[in-house]
């Protein structure tokens, strides 16, 4: 069975900084692209960041561009979030995620076909 496990959430104060890490279980999504999304109480879920597999291209809400970047290690099987100057409303539980087919809709949660268990990130003012 596919498992994604998520590493890296934690308490940090505004301004600061953390990694999320996601491992994939299968070699399979060495060729797929992975995201990452986040979910706050009483919210919808929402894109965070996407990257193919080659990593020759990603994506972002704007609400992170210029605070986050995506990488990924497909060696490792590994899909990274780097979350630099963070803010009380990034508050979330963060998934990571792949997507296995079309990447036309990278930015819909319904599109992706293997999600992890969630890592909780909270950050205080």
């Known amino acids: 069975q596919v498992q994604l496990v998520e590493s890296g959430g934690g308490l940090v104060q505004a301004g600061g900084s953390l990694r999320l890490s996601c491992v994939a279980s299968?070699?399979?999504?060495?060729?797929?692209?992975m995201g990452w999304f986040r979910q706050a109480p009483g919210k919808e879920r929402e894109f965070v960041a996407a990257?193919?597999?080659?990593?020759?291209?990603?994506y972002y809400a704007d609400s992170v561009k210029g605070r986050f970047t995506i990488s990924r290690d497909n060696v490792k099987n590994t899909v990274y979030l780097q979350m630099n100057s963070l803010k009380p409303d990034d508050t979330s539980v963060y998934y990571c995620?792949?997507?296995?087919?079309?990447?036309?809709?990278?930015?819909?949660?319904?599109?992706?076909?293997?999600w992890g268990q969630g890592t909780q990130v909270t950050v205080s003012s």
């Open positions: 995620a792949v997507l296995v087919g079309s990447i036309s809709r990278i930015r819909r949660s319904d599109e992706y076909d293997y």
């Open positions: 299968e070699r399979t999504f060495s060729r797929s692209l």
């Open positions: 990257i193919t597999w080659r990593a020759d291209s990603s």
